[in-house]
């Protein structure tokens, strides 16, 4: 199973971007999505969690500006987020949770990491 995630770039604090991820691979379902992001000289922190039962969680700092959602059909998962701030900027991570075949089980993945930088 492998992840890649896309969309990341730059914008005006004030805009928007959409972040995908889609797993690929021998996939027989997902316990949850999310995404985490690493700011330069931080930790990783998490920012939006998906449940397979559609339960979402966000991080303080981005609810009410970040949607997290999922495309059943392509194996993705979203982020949408809206009025970016300057202090949004970081390196994106996507995660999944999958159940993949016999041999490899119920396992978490991560994406490569896509740069959102927020220009003041």
């Known amino acids: 199973v492998q992840l890649q995630a896309f969309g990341g770039g730059l914008v005006q604090a004030g805009g928007s971007l959409r972040l995908s991820c889609a797993a690929s691979?021998?996939?027989?379902?997902?316990?949850?999505m999310g995404w985490y992001r690493q700011a330069p000289g931080k930790q990783r922190e998490l920012v939006a969690m998906?449940?397979?039962?559609?339960?979402?969680s966000y991080a303080d700092s981005v609810k009410g500006r970040f949607t997290i959602s999922r495309e059943y059909a392509l194996n993705m998962v979203n982020l949408q987020m809206n009025a970016l701030k300057p202090e949004d900027t970081a390196v994106y991570f996507c995660?999944?949770?999958?159940?993949?075949?016999?041999?490899?089980?119920?396992?978490?993945?991560w994406g490569q990491g896509t740069l959102v930088t927020v220009s003041s």
């Open positions: 998906l449940s397979n039962g559609g339960r979402t």
């Open positions: 995660t999944m949770n999958i159940m993949g075949d016999i041999r490899t089980g119920l396992r978490t993945y």
């Open positions: 691979g021998s996939i027989f379902g997902f316990n949850y």
